[in-house]
């Protein structure tokens, strides 16, 4: 069984690269930024309460994203693996995601950081609000925000991760094809690592 963090901050392309990487390993994709949004659009009490913080570009309540993970998790845990998406955001979400995978007798083989220089990402994010229409990509002071909370609370679990010899630096700068096949190579220099069967064209 194989499971990828896919790591990284906003506008770094995880969603893009997300896909890629769940065609070619066949792993259950988990996005608690994707999750949240069904809620909101689907006008639940969740989203209601959800929307507060991510329409203004605040982290959700650990609380809050754990257990929609243990949701999916719990729902997933004969699969071949799992990739997560944007998550976890903070140690305390990472302690919480292997506490949880540990009941199933897994954990995270890789984190894959994808690293992107500000400047760029605050260009890709104004260019994914032309169109995805997501309220926080659309006000720089929402943006700007973001940012500051990820190097306040998200960057850390990059450390976390390192400290445990699972964090893995691509470059995330340059043709989506080509930032994929640094990924894929950086998973396969990953010995330890059981691989699921890739899915052939």
């Known amino acids: 069984m194989t499971n990828i963090a896919l790591f990284g901050p906003p506008g770094a392309g995880k969603g893009t690269q997300s896909e890629k990487l769940i065609q070619r390993y066949r792993l259950v994709h988990i996005a608690p930024g994707e ?11 969740l989203g209601q309460q959800l929307a507060q913080y991510i329409n203004q570009g605040k982290l959700a309540p650990n609380a809050l ?10 729902a997933n845990k004969s699969e071949a693996g799992f990739l ?9 979400q990472a302690q919480a995601l292997e506490d ?5 007798k897994m954990q995270i083989n890789a984190v894959i950081f994808l ?9 890709r994010i104004k260019s994914r609000a032309r169109v995805s229409g997501r309220v926080d990509d659309q006000d720089e002071a929402k943006i ?12 850390p679990v990059a450390q976390y991760y390192d400290q445990k010899n699972k964090l893995f630096r691509v470059c995330g700068v340059g043709d989506i094809d080509a930032i ?7 998973i396969q220099q990953v010995s330890a690592m059981p691989m699921s069967k890739p899915v052939l064209p």
């Open 35 to 45: 999750l949240m949004r069904e809620q909101i659009s689907k006008k639940t009490a």
């Open 84 to 92: 997560f998406d944007g998550f976890p955001r903070t140690t305390i």
């Open 180 to 186: 994929f096949e640094r990924i894929v190579a950086t």
């Open 100 to 104: 949880k995978l540990a009941d199933y």
């Open 65 to 74: 994203v754990i257990d929609m993970v243990a949701e999916r998790l719990a």
């Open 144 to 155: 700007a925000t973001r940012m500051r909370i990820y190097h306040e609370s998200t960057l």
């Open 115 to 123: 690293e992107v220089p500000d400047q760029e990402l605050v260009r």
